[in-house]
């Protein structure tokens, strides 16, 4: 029985940190200082895509027996070949992994470093190119042993980065730099949990399942009963995590908010919000916080999409050759800042998160659900998120938000809520003479 906790709490230490990483840090103090006052309607926002939505992702996939594919092909195996594919190019090479890299450099180097030295062939200094190189050639080497990676990461990352940033928050909490403002949002609730689209987590939940799933049969446990139940335990010790510092990171945020006006960048924010409270040593420990955080997520995500792609090419290529690859296209990215990467993903998140927490509901809580069902929710939901994230097209903005105001749920962001049921419904009754998911 020991040795079987000891086993829950090292995957669940290893669930924890590779879900956590750079947009895990930045985002919560900036969510705090946004919405001021109303920190805790932020939080419980933030928490059910940040925390919630992964962890229901990790169990609806865990119930599609640890495959993606399956989790997605209830609606249609080519549906589920094209969305895949995009969630693993956003959670991989072209959003989550560079941001990583840019994420460890602006919060856990730029600080203490004086001016940089920009390149004569990219204008990048060539601080950032270093930081990046040594950075992925760490997370090469970890990719490289995949079946020694959820126990590297459990014992010897995860300690290190709750140990840094529990002393943070404790501090924060105990000497708080200041008081809560009026909010700078009209909705907190619905700021934060669009704000949480930018953790991906939701989007790396069913990434990870299979490394997680694996473990616990690694385990002898199997894909059973047993197995289930084991990935429920892991899941609820990776939540009490997330509970503490997203909670922890917000409220420090929140007390922080009338020293900001929101305009700084998330990741000045986060070091200047860290420096007023912990002084030199809280800025080390962020530091080093960051760094592990980082690395720990690089690790986790290298390994889950190189796994995929390896099986969506049918071994064409090779898990070491796209490991290499996505390592290499991630630094070149990395380079360009965590502002220009964050821009770059808006639009797509938008679109692919409504989805996505469909697809989770659905598959959790499938009591024979019709294939016209998922399709009709899903399309109602890809309707809206393709909307919402044109609102971050500056040429076509303005009229996609007045279209938005006229959907219920719209101008708070959740008019997808409203056409998936409707999509759903109808699809089902269409469904009726179609097959079961």
């Not at 669940?12 to 969510?31: C, E, K, Q, R």
């Not at 970890?142 to 010897?156: A, H, T």
């Not at 069902?373 to 007045?402: C, E, P």
């Amino acid at each position: 029985m020991q040795s079987k906790n000891k086993e829950i709490l090292v995957m669940g230490f290893a669930l924890f940190a590779m879900f956590f990483g750079a947009g895990n840090v930045i985002f919560p103090p900036y969510i705090g200082i946004m919405t001021g006052s109303d920190w805790f309607k932020a939080l419980l926002g933030f928490t059910i895509t940040g925390m919630g939505m992964p962890l229901l992702g990790l169990l609806a996939t865990f119930r599609a027996g640890g495959d993606v594919d399956r989790f997605a092909g209830k609606v249609s195996l080519s549906f589920a070949k094209v969305f895949n594919f995009a969630i693993l190019l956003c959670i991989g090479p072209m959003f989550a992994i560079p941001r990583t890299a840019a994420t460890t450099f602006e919060v856990g180097i730029l600080p203490f470093l004086g001016s940089l030295h920009a390149s004569p062939i990219m204008g990048i200094s060539w601080e950032a190119i270093a930081v990046s190189a040594i950075f992925f050639a760490i997370t090469l080497y970890f990719s490289l042993n995949p079946s020694k990676i959820v126990d590297q990461i459990g014992k010897y990352f995860t300690p290190v980065l709750i140990v840094m940033l529990g002393f943070v928050i404790i501090k924060g909490i105990l000497v708080p730099v200041g008081q809560p403002v009026d909010p700078r949002v009209p909705n907190s609730f619905a700021m934060s949990f669009t704000e949480g689209y930018q953790t991906m987590d939701a989007l790396a939940s069913m990434a990870f399942a299979a490394i997680i799933m694996a473990n616990i049969m690694s385990r002898g446990h199997g894909n059973t009963g047993e197995g289930m139940a084991m990935a429920v335990k892991v899941a609820i010790v990776a939540m009490l995590g997330f509970l503490f510092v997203y909670g922890g990171l917000i409220y420090l945020g929140a007390t922080g908010s009338g020293f900001f006006q929101g305009t700084e960048g998330h990741t000045k924010i986060t070091v200047e919000l860290i420096g007023r409270i912990g002084g030199s040593f809280g800025r080390y420990a962020l530091s080093i916080s960051i760094i592990f955080a980082c690395l720990t997520t690089s690790i986790g995500l290298t390994t889950a999409v190189s796994e995929y792609f390896e099986k969506l090419m049918n071994k064409k290529v090779m898990y070491k050759a796209l490991v290499w690859i996505i390592v290499l296209v991630s630094a070149v990215l990395s380079v360009y800042g965590v502002n220009y990467i964050i821009s770059l993903s808006v639009p797509v998140l938008y679109a692919l998160y409504p989805v996505a927490i469909v697809l989770i509901l659905l598959n959790l809580f499938d009591f024979g659900f019709s294939t016209g069902l998922y399709r009709g929710a899903v399309a109602g939901a890809f309707l809206m998120g393709i909307l919402y994230g044109l609102q971050h097209v500056s040429a076509v903005a303005d009229r996609v938000k007045d279209m938005l105001v006229s959907i219920p749920l719209g101008p708070d962001g959740f008019a997808w809520i409203f056409t998936a049921l409707i999509g759903g419904i109808v699809g089902g009754i269409v469904g009726r003479w179609m097959p079961k998911a």
